[in-house]
């Protein structure tokens, strides 16, 4: 079971999944201290790239962190924050495809990433996207510390 259709897509986006994309941004993010592991088209999720964060950025209480990136041919994404507390979880998600709960561009915001989420506008460029993406996460990871 993949999850695409009879087309070549998913039903997330409707559009084929951008394997191009997903290439680039493990090359990326693979060079990224920040990331323990990265996986590529997990049986589980193929459509997706799974981040893993090094735990050095947590405190004990955080048992795993990862972010998982969906991309597709017409710009269309999906990119889901993830933390495994001792306690609980954390999501969050910055999404930009078709929606009958929100605009093209929503965030379903932390900590339990709720549907509906939040209508927004995200940058067009994948780059500023990661960017966006990676910065936010960047000053939870800090807030840890404080």
């Known amino acids: 079971m993949t999850g695409e259709d009879e087309n070549g ?26 990331f323990s ?17 090094d735990h050095r950025f947590y405190p004990k ?12 041919e017409n710009g269309d994404f999906s990119v889901h924050y993830h933390e495994d507390h001792v306690d609980g979880e954390f999501d969050h998600r910055w999404d930009r495809h078709p929606s009958a709960h929100n605009s093209r561009d929503h965030i379903h915001p932390g900590p339990d990433a709720p549907t509906p989420g939040d209508d ?27």
């Open 9 to 34: 897509s998913f039903p997330l986006s409707g559009a084929p999944v951008d394997f191009d994309r997903l290439d680039e941004i493990r090359e990326r993010l693979g060079s990224d201290s920040r």
């Open 37 to 53: 592991q990265i996986t590529e088209r997990p049986e589980f999720a193929p459509e997706r790239l799974i981040c893993v964060y």
């Open 61 to 72: 209480r955080v048992r795993d962190a990862s972010l998982e990136v969906a991309w597709f």
């Open 120 to 146: 927004t506008t995200h940058p067009v460029d994948w780059r500023d996207v990661l960017s966006m993406v990676i910065s936010e996460i960047d000053g939870r990871q800090r807030g840890f510390w404080d």
